[in-house]
């Protein structure tokens, strides 16, 4: 009896396989909207991926850049997109766990209205100053706000987006007072460092690694655990001034709830070819990125346990929306 069920087991995956094959899926671009500026840390990563994905599915996976209200807007059109592949997100964990706990009402539910798909990297961070600014390290600008209470200007991508919450979470940890700027994606927020608009920010090392090296932005800090080996020079930011303080974000690919299962296990399994690459995986690292790649269930997991961390660190800390 056991070997017949065995038998239908076998049968019934075949038939499983057999129907997802038939799809033919794609058979047309999927559009991965990525609901942040061009050129930011995840926009730069999606790029490199979505590149790979497109030449081994034989369909171009077209990036979309729709910026605006730290993200909200392009999770929205994710969240209402048809389930059926062919629209998916690439987000930062901001999108998907700060402003949940920041925004009382949403249009959508991280948790409800999305499949996941993948963790593709982890975003490293520095903090960044404008040429002109005396500070050296992230003691130097503690110091600085001290002295000077809100009299310093800080950069981010918008309300409730990484680099605001960043900020705040140093600020409040260093006990001090900065101004916070808000601007319409990462990249003009470090354009306006480097111009001297804002003194300094927190950002991705992918959004302002070529400023760095082009010498128009000093990078100060990082805010990984050790060094980083592409900027072996620059301390951390909890080895300068302030011990303790880590942070980064992340890219993960989304799907809008009810995609086909099949079809995620697919875009997952893309992922990780992608991922494996060495080619890939050098322009990634090169961004200031680490590599991971996860299940569509290890994604779960991670998003509903980074809610439960922000919603606790944005209580502690008292982070508003202004």
Same mark, same amino acid.
């Given at each position: ?24 899926? /794609? ?6 909207? %990525? /609901?942040?500026?061009?050129? +930011? ?7 490199? %991926? ?12 077209? #990036? ?23 629209? #998916? ?66 950069? +981010? ?5 990484? @680099? ?28 306006? *460092? ?5 003194? *300094?920010?927190? @950002?991705?090392?992918?959004? *302002? ?24 020079? *620059? ?27 099949? #079809? ?6 893309? #992922? ?23 299940? /569509? ?26």
């Amino acid at each position: 009896m056991s070997a017949f069920y065995r038998m239908l087991g076998a049968f019934a995956l075949c038939t499983t396989l057999n129907a997802s094959a038939q799809t033919g899926y /794609p058979s047309r671009p999927i559009h991965m909207i %990525v /609901p942040l500026a061009a050129a +930011s840390a995840v926009d730069n990563a999606a790029r490199i %991926v979505a590149q790979h994905m497109s030449m081994n599915m034989g369909q171009q996976v077209v #990036i979309e850049n729709m910026p605006g209200a730290s993200g909200l807007i392009g999770a929205e059109r994710v969240a209402k997109s048809a389930p059926d592949g062919y629209t #998916i997100g690439g987000f930062n964990d901001s999108i998907m766990t700060m402003l949940p706990n920041l925004y009382p009402k949403m249009s959508w539910d991280i948790l409800k209205d999305f499949e996941p798909v993948s963790l593709v990297a982890t975003v490293e961070w520095g903090l960044v100053a404008n040429n002109n600014a005396p500070y050296k390290n992230a003691g130097d600008l503690i110091a600085a706000a001290k002295t000077e209470p809100g009299k310093i200007f800080y950069g +981010s991508g918008g309300n409730g987006s990484p @680099q605001h919450i960043a900020m705040a979470l140093f600020a409040s940890n260093a006990g001090i007072t900065l101004t916070h700027v808000p601007y319409k994606g990462a990249t003009q927020a470090a354009l306006d *460092v480097a111009s001297g608009q804002v003194q *300094v920010a927190f @950002q991705g090392i992918a959004t *302002v690694a070529s400023l760095v090296r082009g010498g128009k932005l000093k990078l100060i800090g990082v805010t990984t655990r050790a060094r980083l080996p592409q900027f072996a020079d *620059v301390p951390t930011v909890a080895e300068s001034g302030l011990p303790g303080f880590e942070f980064n974000s992340w890219f993960a690919i989304m799907a809008p709830a009810g995609t086909p299962t099949d #079809i995620i296990t697919r875009l997952n399994a893309e #992922i990780a070819k992608a991922l494996a690459d060495p080619e890939v995986r050098e322009k990634l690292i090169a961004q200031g990125l680490t590599v991971r790649g996860t299940s /569509p269930q290890e994604l779960g997991t991670a998003t509903r346990d980074q809610l439960a961390k922000y919603a606790r660190l944005i209580k502690q800390s008292n982070i508003t929306l202004e």
